[in-house]
């Protein structure tokens, strides 16, 4: 199976808390006025990775965490699955993940949902320019929310949201 990517950027501390392989796919819809990465719309500004290639790279760094960005991963949520889901299985490592979907309609949607189980954090909701705020940590606009959906919140994150029983 592979998935559309622009990049792998290995031990970025940009990309959520601590050092993070982040995987940047091609490929978003949303097409969120300002964003920082419009050329991910496009996914043919991508090319395609065997999930077991991207889990070489993964495995390859002990120290670091996963990161999915993009573009927006949920438009190859089945992919995404199958990568999480062998990362989980696999390594101990969290996994972090982008979207311009709300966690409300991931969760309306069963395919969408398909994804959540995997996913540690999931950083929701469009990017909004006139909420442009500099000052949040991991997230461009105030209205979209970093959602624990494992574990408990990092309280030194602000605007974290604890959700529990997602399976």
């Not at 500004?45 to 990775?49: F, R, S």
């Not at 709300?102 to 395919?111: F, M, N």
């Not at 970093?146 to 574990?151: F, H, V, W």
């Given at each position: 199976?592979?998935?559309?990517?622009?990049?792998?950027?290995e031990q970025?501390m940009a990309?959520?808390?601590?050092f993070?392989?982040?995987?940047?796919?091609?490929?978003?819809?949303?097409?969120?006025?300002?964003?920082h990465?419009?050329q991910?719309?496009d996914?043919n500004?991508?090319?395609?990775?065997s999930?077991?290639?991207?889990?070489?790279?993964?495995?390859?760094?002990?120290?670091s965490?996963v990161?999915?960005?993009g573009?927006?991963?949920?438009?190859q949520?089945?992919?995404?699955?199958?990568?999480?889901?062998?990362i989980?299985?696999?390594?101990?490592?969290t996994?972090w993940?982008?979207?311009?979907f709300?966690?409300?309609?991931?969760?309306?949607?069963?395919?969408l949902?398909?994804?959540?189980?995997?996913?540690?954090?999931?950083?929701?909701g469009?990017?909004?320019?006139?909420?442009?705020?500099?000052s949040?940590?991991?997230?461009g606009?105030?209205?979209?929310n970093?959602?624990?959906?494992?574990?408990k919140?990092?309280?030194?994150?602000?605007?974290?949201?604890?959700?529990?029983?997602?399976h």
């Open positions: 199976m592979d998935i559309w990517i622009m990049d792998i950027l970025t990309d959520g808390p601590g993070r392989t982040a995987i940047y796919c091609a490929g978003c819809l949303h097409h969120c006025p300002g964003c990465n419009p991910s719309w996914r500004n991508g090319h395609p990775v999930v077991d290639d991207l889990m070489e790279v993964i495995k390859s760094d002990d120290l965490n990161s999915f960005s573009g927006d991963p949920f438009y949520v089945e992919a995404f699955t199958e990568l999480a889901r062998r989980k299985e696999e390594t101990g490592k996994i993940c982008w979207t311009g709300t966690y409300e309609e991931i969760l309306a949607d069963g395919k949902s398909m994804l959540l189980p995997y996913l540690d954090v999931l950083v929701d469009p990017f909004i320019q006139s909420l442009r705020d500099t949040l940590l991991f997230r606009s105030s209205n979209q970093i959602i624990y959906l494992k574990g919140p990092d309280d030194t994150i602000p605007g974290t949201v604890p959700i529990v029983g997602i």
